[in-house]
């Protein structure tokens, strides 16, 4: 079945660690997207990535860093200089070009550092 | 930038019909998108306005006017499980897409 698969859906680190999350799609997206969500919020855009080996900042890209080497993979990694790590990480693609008005999302994962 | 808003919270009657109301600024436009998101799960697409007008999907209708920065999504004939949240978001140049807040939707019996 074609789709985006996040793992793992929960993750528990210590404060000060690096932790990679993983986003993987078999849809044939272009475009790849993290977002991130704290309880009761919307979703804020953490970086996006139009094609391989090319990525841009979005609103809250601090603290993250990310790779797009191949287009089915576009992980995350939420480094020590996160000040606030704990939230829920949502990776989505897009199939079509700009303007493009659906993303596909994947299941999440929760992080939780301790 | 980009900037959306709409109400944080809606409740409703079960058969009844709700309006969710979202006006955006933003630099560069190339259309509104509307999500569902259920507690604890990941948002689903509904539906995507490019240009004026309506787009009706089943029971769930989206509205865009382009020079009032403002669109709305409408859902008709409610049910238990459309309790969720509603998300608008804007697509904007280089592929940004922005989301506002949410509005949690209840509804009642």
């Known amino acids: 079945d074609g789709g985006i698969t996040q793992s793992p859906k929960y993750l528990f680190r210590k404060e000060g660690q690096n932790v990679t999350l993983s986003c993987e799609q078999n849809?044939?997206?272009?475009?790849m997207y993290w977002y991130r969500q704290d309880p009761g919020q919307g979703l804020r855009l953490i970086y996006y990535s139009q094609i391989v080996n090319d990525f841009q900042k979005g609103d809250i890209a601090e603290g993250y860093s990310v790779s797009r080497e191949k287009k089915e993979s576009f992980p995350l990694t939420v480094t020590s200089a996160q000040k606030n790590p704990t939230a829920f990480y949502l990776c989505a693609s897009s199939p079509r070009g700009q303007g493009s008005g659906e993303q596909f999302f994947g299941p999440g994962t929760r992080l939780t550092v301790l | 930038g980009q900037s959306l808003e709409q109400p944080s919270e809606v409740t409703a009657v079960e058969g009844a019909i709700v309006q969710i109301n979202c006006t955006y600024q933003?630099?560069?436009?190339?259309?509104l998108s509307w999500y569902q998101q259920h507690d604890g799960g990941a948002p689903t697409f509904l539906s995507y306005?490019?240009?004026?007008g309506l787009e009706e999907t089943g029971r769930f209708s989206s509205f865009l006017s382009r020079s009032d920065s403002y669109g709305y999504l409408l859902l008709q004939e409610l049910q238990m499980k459309d309790s969720a949240s509603y998300f608008c978001a804007v697509s904007g140049g280089y592929q940004k897409v922005t989301f506002g807040i949410g509005t949690k939707l209840q509804v009642i019996p």
């Open positions: 306005n490019a240009l004026d």
């Open positions: 849809l044939n997206h272009d475009a």
């Open positions: 933003t630099s560069g436009f190339y259309g």
